[in-house]
């Protein structure tokens, strides 16, 4: 990676894990919009740098904001939700860098997809064993996509439409 690249990921990773800590009240638990997820949309306008800052910055913020009640919870969410944010951000990086509006909501849609399934199959253990919460494995799944659809979809898109504009100056 080139410097101009490992600046950007670094900038990427360290709004994401900022966002994360600054607004834990809204980025864990069963219902959530996890507001840093938008910056997952810019792996359709950066390209590889944000795929790599979204998932380390992701990492970052689970570790230092996590409300778990232990580090080793902390650190399974940290590696799970760091690899769906890498697949999720991976996969919109192929389907849409460079290319059109069309594509741009085709991967924002893969992306909620992605990160509701992963995190949502994995939250509810995570609510089992630090609460003692069972929620069913759909319900989970269920309580992640809203979340997703707002902060991917909707506030996701807009940021990476708005880069996708500035960088065209």
């Known amino acids: 990676m080139r410097a101009r690249d490992l600046a950007l990921a670094a900038l990427v990773a ?23 997820d938008a910056l997952l949309m810019l792996s359709t306008v950066l390209g590889w740098p944000a795929v790599v800052g979204v998932a ?19 650190a399974f969410d940290a590696a799970l939700g760091s690899a769906a944010n890498f697949a999720a951000s991976y996969l919109a990086y192929k389907l849409a860098y460079g290319k059109g509006l069309r ?17 949502g199959s994995y939250l509810r253990y995570l609510m089992l064993w630090a609460f003692g919460v069972d929620i069913p494995l759909l319900l989970s ?7 997703s659809v707002v902060s991917i979809g909707v506030l996701g898109t807009a940021l990476a439409l708005s880069v996708e504009r500035g960088l065209r100056r």
């Open 14 to 36: 360290a709004a994401y894990a900022a966002l994360v800590a600054a607004l834990p009240m809204v980025s864990f638990l069963l219902w959530q919009v996890r507001v840093a």
């Open 103 to 119: 594509r741009k909501l085709l991967a924002a849609a893969v992306e909620v997809a992605t990160v509701s399934l992963i995190v």
């Open 141 to 147: 799944i269920a309580g992640v996509v809203p979340g």
């Open 56 to 74: 380390l910055g992701c990492f970052l913020g689970n570790v230092l904001a996590a409300p778990w009640g232990s580090f080793a919870l902390a």
